[in-house]
C-alpha cells in the first residue's frame, strides 16, 4: 500500500479531471483544505513524535533534529521558487508560448518534493502517513490536470507529466528501502520531510481563503482533517 496509494491518488486525480471536467474548483479547495490539516496532524502526531524517538538518546542534542526539519523548510521555499505552489494547490497560468513546451521546472521540483515525501513510507509502520499522502496528492493531482487542461497542454504531455509524477513518491520509498547511504539517514531524511510537510500544510491552511476571509466550509473541513488524523 506504500508504494501503491501515492501513485493511485494521482491517477484518480488525473481521471477524475480527465473524464468529469469538473467545473467548480469550491470542492478542490475543500479537499485541499481537509488534506493540509490531515497532514498537520499526521506530522504532529506521527512522524515528529518518531523521528525524535528514533535520534541516538546518547547525543540529547534535539537540536540536531531540528537543524533538518528547518532545511526541509528552507528547501521547500526553495522548491516552490520553481513550482510556484502546486504542491499546495497554486498554479501560475503560463505564457501563450509555453503551452505546447513540458513544464521542465515544475516538473523537477516536484518530483524532488515526491521523492522526498516517499522516504518515512520505508518505515513499515507508517501507515497512517501513506493515507496522508494520499489525500494531499490527490487534491494537486486535480489541481495540476486542470491547470494543464485550461492551458492547452497537449492531453498526452499531461497524461506524461502526470505519470512521472504519481511514480517518484513509490521511487522515493524504493530508494529509501535500498540505497545503503539513505537507510542510515533515514531520522535525518524524515526529519527534512518533517520541514517540508509543515511549510505545505500550514500554508494551505493559512493561504487557501480568498482575502484571509473567515470560511465556515473550509474552518469544518480543517476540523475533519484534524479529527479523522486522530482517530486514524
Known amino acids: 500500500m506504500n508504494y501503491l496509494l501515492p501513485f493511485l491518488a494521482v491517477v484518480l486525480g488525473y481521471s477524475f479531471v480527465t473524464f468529469f471536467k469538473p467545473a467548480q474548483q469550491q470542492y478542490t479547495k475543500l ?121 492547452g497542454v497537449n492531453k498526452w504531455k499531461t497524461a506524461l507529466f502526470l505519470l512521472f509524477f504519481a511514480l517518484m513518491t513509490p521511487l522515493g520509498t524504493f530508494l529509501s528501502n535500498t540505497v545503503p547511504s539513505l537507510v542510515n539517514y533515514q531520522t535525518e531524511l524524515s526529519a527534512i520531510v518533517i520541514g517540508i510537510f509543515l511549510h505545505i500544510s500550514t500554508v494551505i491552511l493559512f493561504e487557501n481563503s480568498e482575502g484571509h476571509r473567515f470560511n465556515l466550509l473550509k474552518f469544518l473541513s480543517v476540523c475533519v482533517g484534524f479529527v479523522v488524523a486522530y482517530l486514524t
Not at 498554479?91 to 518515512?120: D, K, R
Not at 499522502?133 to 492551458?151: E, G, R, Y
Open 31 to 151: 479537499l485541499l483544505s481537509f488534506s493540509g490539516a490531515y497532514l498537520l496532524a499526521l506530522t504532529v502526531f506521527v512522524l515528529i513524535p518518531e523521528v525524535y524517538h528514533s535520534h541516538d538518546e546518547h547525543t540529547q542534542d534535539f537540536k540536531y533534529i531540528g537543524l533538518f526539519v528547518i532545511v526541509g523548510v528552507l528547501l521547500q521555499i526553495v522548491l516552490e521558487f520553481f513550482s510556484h505552489g502546486a504542491e499546495h494547490g497554486h498554479t501560475q497560468h503560463p505564457h501563450p508560448h509555453q503551452h505546447s513546451a513540458f513544464p521542465l521546472s515544475l516538473f523537477i521540483s516536484l518530483s524532488i518534493h515526491s521523492i522526498l515525501e516517499g522516504f518515512p513510507l520505508s518505515h513499515g509502520h507508517n501507515h497512517d502517513l501513506v493515507y496522508g499522502i494520499f489525500v494531499h496528492k490527490l487534491p494537486v493531482a486535480i489541481v495540476l490536470t486542470t491547470f494543464f487542461v485550461n492551458s
